[in-house]
């Protein structure tokens, strides 16, 4: 009886222990994105026990004690809250402004907080890049990240920007592009092109070896990572629904402007004895004669060509699962006839729990994009008319139609609405981008990470000729090009983290990733189509050409790094990654990359923790290598191609000659940087990075008694070496809700070449009036101009010296005879040294304007649009000229750009303008590149509904003022010329914005 008293009496008080404790369970969101917090530290307020968030911000006690009431729950950058416990809990932490603080990818495994991170990465949120009335979300990044430059070129709605971070870096434009990481596997540019830009979560841009490294292979240009977003954990389903619509047109019409109108080209005519203008009766007959004053870029060019924008997301999150669904579409028509870009989004992105220890993920995104561009370039048949054509000619008749499917009289072209339907042409993308993943946790602080992804697209593109064309005669064409790309991605990576004495952390990542790729592509052409419906390859009849083409590659990695802190305030980092790349020989394929990372959280320091003006104070320094594989699958291997038929029989000749010891172009790169945050005002980081390239990737010159002209190799070195600096204030914030906030952004890059090849001091690229040379950036090698004599009204240039590498100015030394021999350095370096961007935020209860401006100093283009604008009159017979071209010599004294009339024709050149430093002009500018006014209803006021849980409705613009002293049409593009094209564009949009 006794034992029997004591058993119950034991198993009643076990029971009551066990019931004194309980389960309780939760997750912690920021209030700022709706989005959670991973590594939050959760307390049970009066205990010892206490844990971190995981990767989807949750937390689990198991054992809590009744008598505990709460929960203290705390992270960087966050208010620290105390909320009562209950056994399922959504915490919600509001932002501390008082703290600078980002969660930021690491380059594989967890993320970390950029408090805690030695890298440099600069972080894009949602809010900076939608809305945006472009489809290019590399346009959007312009001017928001010091030392990135997006150059967009082209008014093309289908148009893909071209992106540098610190410089070149190389001397291939095969290898100069960064790597494009979504959503942890790399994809093209295209593909990221062609996303719908509300998907994304945030945009980061990863610039230093510390946070590059890791990715090895292709990191050699810096790293842009792109993570789309994700269902509200623990939230009912939400909808966004978005529309904008807006319109395009010419961002900068002075330069079609600056040509003369019909009247002052007739009085150019007649002070020049040109064209038959020898009296005033012969202007008045050409005046009744052709009374028009027609500007023809008007015809050329839409005046306002129409966008379109439409998109739902629906997401949210039950139990363990959240979700995150979208469609969308765009649709923009370009500012030439015909010319359009139609593109259609889908994406769904699943996160679940099975239980603590195993999760998963899956995103997929699958676009459809259709495209149709009509003429080309300044040199093609249509591409310059535009801006030369004839201003007293007009395209249509005297009633005022249109000369349809007839050469219009005088100007020797069709109506251009009639070619762009004569010579229909169309291309097509579809494109499938998708991550899987898997994660397990089988014990305490280890973490395995499992990761498939894809990057699939097929490309058609097809072009026709109708047979009913006028100029075909009833023979038509057609050609048709398929390609077909699959990139695959595999990783698996193991994590563990594990702190001593709870000074020293430690983080541990070992990984193992493949990369495999795969293109086919095919093309088809004939001629002799008879019939317009039936614009087919089966209808053509001869000249048949059919092309065939086939490539894989494949990269093996393995890499790890080390991450260690001692009491949060000293950081230490260190990877290496080893790669193996099929484009080389497997002597050479393996490339080893390291990197080493060091950061001082001086704030935290007592000569510092009393300092009240001082909120945060960090000090980094990293360096490392990354690695460059931008060559052509086969560069390595000797190929023999089917040369062109003689005499009936195919010959056979060299494709490629090879170069088995190709191998890695190597990049090292140090980075110091010291980051502030003064009185919750003012924030500041400061870096300072010098970056060296060596065995470059390029196509070096070899005797073509070899059978080829170039051989791709390892040669010479590069460096660029500069400073970025980010100014962020919050200016303004006034109890009555008045906020204002700005930003500055300023890169100054210095570039130079420390080696060439073969024993070269200067390589100059030909026909394009740039060189380079060991010792200094790369230049522009032009004839100089002097001017023109006042006294004879000859154009004088300068003589080089015996060294064109140094810039000769000697006003003894001069010729009047053009000749390619005059080319010397005109100390004009190619790139803009000093680049930027700034802004401002304005908020007052819901009203907001948005304006962010870019600009470039010291950058210089050949406007090549003056070699013929200035000398239509001469060697291109009837064209329209600019106003510039009637400021040449007339009489002894004048001090003019362009020689006289008797002068050219004495010296045999017949033209006023030359390829020389006048064309060379400073394509320095500052852009407003977007500026947003809208409104987005207070919380307050959607509360007494239960609707709409946000309304936002805004206009947005781009591009909208340009300011430059360049006369061609846009400074912005990144090339050593411009000429005609598809200019710049500016658009205009209202959109709405709903939450339901």
Known sequence: MRRFTLFMASLILTVGVALAQRTVRGVVISADDNQPVIGASVRVKGTTLGMSTDLEGRFLFKNVPTNAKTLVVSFVGFKTQEVPIKPEMRIILLGDTSELVELVISGYGSAKSIANTTASIVKVSSKTIQDKPVP??????????????????????????????????????????????????????????????????????????????????????????????????????????????????????????????????????????????????????????????????????????????????????????????????????????????????????????????????????????????????????YGGLGHTTLPYYTPYDKDGNPYYGEVIPNVGIADINYVADMLPSRSTSLNVSSVANVILKPIKNLTLSATAGMDLSDDLADASRKPSHFQAKGNGSRSLSFGRSANWTFSNTAEYKFSLADKHNFTLLAAHEYIESNDQGFSASGIGIVDDRILMLSAVTKEKNLNESKSEYAFLSFFGRFSYDYLNRYFLDVTLRNDASSRFHPDVRNGQFWSVGLMWKMKQENFLKDASWLDDATLKLSHGTSGNAGVGPYDYIATSVASTQYGGVTGWGIGNSGNQKLTWENQAKTTLGISLRMLDF????????????????????????????????????????????????????????????????????????LSLFQGRDRWEIANTGVAYVVGKPLMFYYPIFKQVNPETGYPEWYLPGDNVDITTKDPNRITSNMSPNLNQNTGVARYAPVTGGWGFNLDYKGLYLNADFTFALGKHLINNDRFFSENALLFANDGNVSRAAANFWKKKGDIVQLPSVEAIVKLGRNRFMEFDTRMLEDASFMRLKNLTIGYQMPKSVLAKQNFFKSVKVYVTGRNLLTFTKFSGSDPEPNSNLVIGGNPNTKQMSVGLELGL
Request: glycine share 10%.
């Open 682 to 753: 003012l924030g500041v980081n400061l870096e300072l990075y010098n970056r060296v390239t060596t065995d470059m990737l390029m196509d070096v010159p070899v005797p073509y008694t070899t059978g080829v002209s170039t051989v791709m190799s390892n040669v010479g070195s590069y460096q660029n070496r500069g400073i970025d600096l980010r100014l962020d204030a919050n200016i303004l914030k006034s109890k009555d809700g008045l906020n204002m906030a700005a930003y500055f952004n300023f890169n100054y890059n210095k570039d130079k070449v």
């Open 136 to 381: 290019n979300v590399f346009d959007a990044l312009q001017g928001k990240v010091a030392g990135l430059q997006v150059f967009t070129g082209s008014g093309e709605p289908s148009q893909l920007s071209s992106v540098q971070l610190h410089g070149t870096g190389t001397l291939s434009s095969l290898s100069s592009a960064p790597l494009y990481i979504l959503d942890g596997i790399p994809v093209s540019a295209g593909t990221v092109m062609g996303m719908n830009q509300n998907d994304f979560e945030n945009v980061q841009v990863l610039k230093d070896a510390s946070a590059t490294s890791i990715y090895g292979a292709r990191a050699a240009n810096g790293v842009i990572y792109i993570t789309t977003k994700k269902g509200a954990v623990g939230e009912r389903a939400s909808i966004t629904v978005r529309g904008k619509y807006g319109a395009s047109s010419l961002a900068n019409t002075d330069y079609f402007e600056s040509m003369m109108n019909a009247e002052e080209l007739r009085q150019l005519y007649f002070s020049m004895g040109l064209k038959g203008f020898a009296t005033e009766e012969d202007l008045a007959k050409h005046r009744k004669a052709f009374p028009h004053d027609f500007k023809w870029y008007k015809y050329f060019y839409r005046d306002s060509a129409p966008t379109y924008d439409a998109d739902v997301a629906i997401s949210g999150g039950g139990g363990r699962t959240n979700y995150y669904i979208s469609g969308g579409l765009h649709s923009s028509a370009g500012l030439r006839p015909r010319s359009s870009y139609d593109r259609f989004n889908m994406r769904v992105n699943l996160n679940s729990s099975l239980n603590d220890y195993i999760s998963f993920g899956l995103k997929t995104s699958v676009t459809y994009d259709i495209s149709r561009s009509t003429f080309g370039n300044r040199n093609s048949l």
